[in-house]
């Protein structure tokens, strides 16, 4: 199996951030249009695989999830986890 270049891996990253962002905005439209909601489980699944960035910015620009401890206090600790991570990838 092929390895990610460096380059791939920053816009496979990107594109996770992008569409977590997108479906944290998109829940809080359903959120104020009394819709289906998007399950909290999937919003922190995005965050954990690589959309933390993407969440926490959804957050803060939709309002969305700040009151509550699971994401308040989660987000940052999974953005933290990341980029840990990222720091190892690339200084390996």
């Given amino acids: 199996m092929k390895e990610l270049s460096i380059q791939q ?4 990253y990107f594109a996770v951030n992008v569409v977590t962002f ?5 829940d809080k439209w359903k959120a104020r249009h009394s819709k289906w909601r998007i399950n909290e489980t999937q919003l922190m699944a995005l965050a954990v695989l690589g959309g933390g960035i993407g969440a926490w910015l959804g957050m803060h ?8 401890k699971k994401f308040k206090y989660g987000i940052p600790a999974i953005i933290v986890a990341q980029l840990l991570i990222i720091g190892y990838i690339l200084f390996k």
Avoid: E
Wanted: proline content about 0%; cysteine-free; charged content about 5%.
């Fill in 9 to 12: 891996m920053i816009l496979v």
């Fill in 22 to 26: 997108i479906v944290y905005g998109i």
């Fill in 61 to 68: 620009v939709w309002h969305h999830k700040t009151m509550h």
